[in-house]
């Protein structure tokens, strides 16, 4: 068995993440299944747990001509990184409400380490398209019950899967 010393420096999973990362960007699967089935050309971008701005570089390199990042624990390393990759951004550092729904956007990316339940109490077709990362088996269930289509999950008892609205959203 091999072990691996991390230095002190890197002792947090995000550090560790940015560290070995390309620069920012999205891991593969994240990519597939962030990525619409429509064009996001001249379009809005809700980015919902926009995290250290990695979703809003690959929307921005998809052509959205705006993304509105909601991040309320990594806004500095975020706002950073929008400035360095000179993407079309507004930043709101505050968690996610209902209210921010009403911001005009074309769709929505929501990553929220399990706050995505707050959408249940929203009818899928009064939504924009949208993808979410889902974080537990029983809120997996609860958006697949209410029409969210499973796009990926990592396995029938895991909580972790990519689920969309595509099929109900508002167009």
Same mark, same amino acid.
Request: net charge positive; proline share 5%.
């Given at each position: 068995?091999? %072990? ?5 420096? *890197?002792?947090?999973?995000? !550090?560790?993440?940015? &560290?070995? =990362?390309? #620069?920012? @960007?999205? %891991? ?5 299944? *962030?990525?619409?089935?429509? !064009?996001?050309?001249? &379009?809005? =971008?809700? #980015?919902? @747990? ?122």
């Amino acid at each position: 068995m091999k %072990l691996i010393t991390v230095h002190p420096r *890197y002792w947090s999973l995000d !550090s560790i993440y940015r &560290k070995f =990362v390309s #620069d920012i @960007g999205l %891991l593969e699967g994240e990519k597939k299944y *962030y990525k619409p089935p429509f !064009s996001l050309a001249g &379009k809005i =971008v809700l #980015d919902v @747990g926009a995290y250290i701005g990695d979703s809003a570089k690959f929307f921005w390199e998809l052509g959205a001509k705006k993304i509105v990042c909601i991040e309320p624990l990594y806004f500095d390393q975020l706002r950073k990184n929008i400035v360095k990759y000179k993407i079309n951004a507004e930043t709101i550092p505050e968690k996610f409400r209902l209210e921010h729904l009403k911001i005009s956007h074309d769709f929505m990316k929501m990553d929220i380490e399990g706050w995505e339940e707050i959408l249940l109490s929203v009818n899928p077709k009064d939504l924009m398209p949208s993808v979410l990362e889902i974080h537990s088996q029983p809120l997996k269930e609860r958006f697949k019950e209410r029409g969210w289509e499973i796009m990926w999950e990592a396995d029938k008892h895991g909580g972790n899967a990519y689920i969309n609205n595509y099929s109900r959203a508002r167009s």
